[in-house]
């Protein structure tokens, strides 16, 4: 037998109703079960019950990288000392010209910005751009870019010569983001 929640009169275990004072038994067993249950579909409806897939951070140079529906990749790197006396590395360094592609694969316009990309040499240094032109390369600058619409141009970067472990990385905004969102390892 049980007891009434309210009066404490004496009753069926399976009764709703107490026959005595003719109020409803509150079943919490109930609603911790429903709880418990509301808890799990809001977390699956707000993705709280899933993994999230990482995106990759680290590719080749030969590597295509899409992000947010915009494909960038490198389509040459070019190390040179200058071509000119107006275009010259300082001593025991060289110019790395990294000429890359822009291709907006999304449905909106999205903003480009050559500050965005930054080179990290093999002592682990980070740089921004380091010339602004060079002879016949085509800057990569900044601008908007068309649903659909591509780009391409040169950043250069000096480094010094003969360093094996550069990388470019790409952040969504310089500014803001304290780490990269992917990165390129040059050949």
């Not at 389509?75 to 107006?86: D, I, L, S, W």
């Not at 659909?148 to 094996?164: A, F, H, L, M, N």
């Amino acid at each position: 037998m049980k007891k009434c929640k309210y009066c404490q009169t004496e009753m069926d275990p399976k009764a709703k109703i107490c026959p005595n004072c003719r109020k409803k038994q509150k079943h919490i067993l109930r609603w911790v079960v429903l709880g418990i249950f509301a808890v799990i579909i809001i977390g699956a409806v707000a993705g709280g019950g899933g993994s999230k897939e990482e995106f990759q951070k680290d590719y080749t140079q030969s590597d295509t990288v899409t992000y947010k529906d915009v494909a960038y990749s490198i389509t040459n790197v070019e190390k040179t000392t200058g071509t000119n006396q107006y275009f010259q590395a300082k001593e025991g360094y060289e110019y790395v010209k990294v000429n890359f592609k822009i291709e907006n694969k999304s449905d909106e316009k999205i903003s480009y910005n050559a500050l965005d990309f930054q080179m990290v040499n093999g002592d682990g240094v980070e740089a921004s751009v380091y010339s602004i032109t060079a002879e016949e390369d085509v800057q990569l600058s900044s601008g908007e870019l068309d649903a659909g619409g591509t780009v391409e141009g040169t950043i250069i970067w000096e480094q010094k010569q003969g360093d094996t472990g550069l990388k470019v990385r790409y952040y969504e905004n310089v500014l803001l983001d304290d780490d990269y969102t992917f990165q390129w390892t040059l050949d």
